[in-house]
């Protein structure tokens, strides 16, 4: 089992390289917390790539705001005259519930489920 290493995180993940915006403190937290939660013996080789996806989703809602944003998926949005809405049938995971809050979320999510470690990760 390979250990966390912050620049191979922001190598994979540059949208996460502002120090400002995401501290380093902060992505190692959520490392810490993704090692916890991703199994090494379900994800094997793809362990890291587990708590890649799982720091990126956490970092996500951070950067929304300073409570996380969790204001859920937009299915209409309405400005003025002009409205727009989405379908997101299509793109949530089944059963993901917090992790659809972000497209990191619904990759761990789905690798969670292809993996098969159900409940032993949530």
């Known amino acids: 089992m390979e250990d966390f290493v ?37 994800w094997g080789d793809s362990y890291m790539a587990g708590i890649y996806l799982f720091i990126a989703h956490e970092l996500t809602l951070e950067g929304r705001g300073a409570n996380g944003g969790n204001t859920g998926l937009v299915a209409n949005k309405a400005v003025g005259s002009a409205s727009i809405g989405y379908d997101t049938s299509n793109t949530a995971e089944a059963g993901a519930g917090y992790y659809n809050l972000t497209v990191f979320g619904q990759r761990y999510w789905r690798m969670v489920r292809l993996f098969g470690a159900g409940a032993v990760q949530v």
Do not use: H, M, N, R
Not at 8 to 26: G, H, L, N, R, V
């Open 6 to 42: 912050y620049a191979d995180f922001i190598a994979a993940f540059p949208q996460f390289a502002d120090t400002t915006k995401y501290p380093e403190s902060s992505v190692q937290f959520w490392a810490a917390l993704g090692a916890q939660v991703t199994s090494f013996c379900a």
